[in-house]
C-alpha cells in the first residue's frame, strides 16, 4: 500500500514563517541599535574604553543575549612584544560580556564584575583584525554569567576557522 503524499506547503505557513523572520529581522535591529546606544553612553564614563577601543565596531546583537564586535589592533593594544596585551584582551572580556548582558533583553545596566576568568590560547598583532564574541549564558536576579571568545579574523577562511586568541568567562552582579 503506498503511503499518502506530505501535502503541499499553504501560503499561510510560507507567510507566517515570513512574519516570523521579519519579526527576528527587526528584533536584532532593535538589539543592535540598544547596544549601540550603551555602549556610546559608557564611552565617555569610562575613559579607558575611549582609550582602547576607539575602534570598536559592534557588528550585530540579539535579545537573547549574543554579541559580535570587531577591533582593529593597533599599537595601542599590544604589549613590549608586539603581541596583544593581556590587559586588552581582559578588559575586551569585561566590556563585550556586560554588552552581551545589556543585549539580553535590552537591558539598561550590566552590573559590576564579580569573578573573570581568561586563558590565552594564541597571539595576536598590530594590524591584526579581532573578532569578539559575547554571550550572555544566563542573566539571573542578582547573577549573570557571560562567555567571551576572541578569534584573530582571517581573510579568506570562515568564523569557524579564524584562530581563537583569547577565551574568558566573566560573572557580574546585576542587581
Known amino acids: 500500500m503506498a503511503s ?22 527587526a528584533d536584532a535591529e532593535a538589539t543592535l541599535a540598544h547596544v549601540r546606544a550603551y555602549w556610546l553612553s559608557i564611552v565617555p564614563k569610562s575613559p579607558i574604553y575611549g582609550f582602547l577601543f576607539s575602534g570598536l565596531t559592534i557588528t550585530s546583537a540579539s535579545s537573547s543575549g549574543h554579541m559580535h564586535a570587531t577591533l582593529p589592533l593597533s599599537s595601542t593594544h599590544v604589549n613590549s612584544k608586539s603581541s596583544l596585551h593581556g590587559s586588552v584582551s581582559a578588559t575586551l572580556v569585561d566590556l563585550v560580556g556586560g554588552l552581551a548582558i545589556t543585549a539580553a533583553g535590552r537591558r539598561e545596566k550590566n ?48 568564523r569557524g576557522e579564524w584562530p581563537v586568541v583569547a577565551r574568558g568567562s566573566h560573572t557580574k552582579f546585576v542587581r
Do not use: C, N
Not at 499518502?4 to 529581522?25: I, K, N, Y
Not at 564579580?114 to 597571539?123: A, T, Y
Open 4 to 25: 499518502p503524499a506530505a501535502p503541499a506547503p499553504t501560503t499561510t505557513t510560507t507567510a507566517a514563517a515570513d512574519v516570523d523572520a521579519d519579526a527576528d529581522a
Open 111 to 158: 552590573g559590576v564584575s564579580v569573578d573573570m576568568h581568561l586563558s590565552f590560547v594564541s597571539g595576536a598583532r598590530e594590524g591584526d583584525v579581532l573578532e569578539v564574541e559575547g554571550v550572555a549564558d544566563k542573566v539571573g536576579g542578582s547573577l549573570a554569567f557571560t562567555r567571551v571568545v576572541l578569534r584573530k579574523v582571517v581573510q579568506g577562511k570562515g
